[in-house]
Nanobody
Framework: QLQASGGGLVQPGGSLRLSCASS????????VGWFRQAPGKGREGISC????????HYIDSVKGRFTISRDDAKNTVYLQIDSLKPEDTAVYYC????????????????WGKGTQVTVSS
């Protein structure tokens, strides 16, 4: 129901834009969250965007470098990642739920397969 894409191999300092699309969920009516799981670490929520009224949330460690947005015409949520660092290397997942609270504890109902982001020179 959710498809994440846009990952790849990027040099430090580079940028990527991840996309999260759905063919059967109207994303404007859900909270859509981005999570990541680095090798050997647990999954962490990094950003989310709520439905209407729209608001955005970020964890402190990504503020200023990550930007979440939504294109309702394309039914897609984006995560722009700038100034990439090696520690950003992880599998990135998008997820959706009607309740924004589920992003905080990772209990969102719908999940997509992840997209790999590797930051390396």
């Amino acid at each position: 129901q959710l498809q994440a894409s846009g990952g790849g191999l990027v040099q430090p300092g580079g940028s990527l834009r991840l996309s999260c699309a759905s063919s059967d969920l109207n994303l404007y009516s859900y909270t859509v969250g981005w999570f990541r799981q680095a090798p050997g670490k647990g999954r962490e929520g990094i950003s989310c965007i709520t439905g209407r009224p729209m608001s955005t949330h970020y964890i402190d460690s990504v503020k200023g470098r990550f930007t979440i947005s939504r294109d309702d015409a394309k039914n897609t949520v984006y995560l722009q990642i700038d100034s990439l660092k090696p520690e950003d290397t992880a599998v990135y997942y998008c997820a959706a739920d009607k309740r924004v609270s589920t992003w905080y504890w990772g209990g969102m109902k719908y999940w997509g397969k992840g997209t790999q982001v590797t930051v390396s020179s």
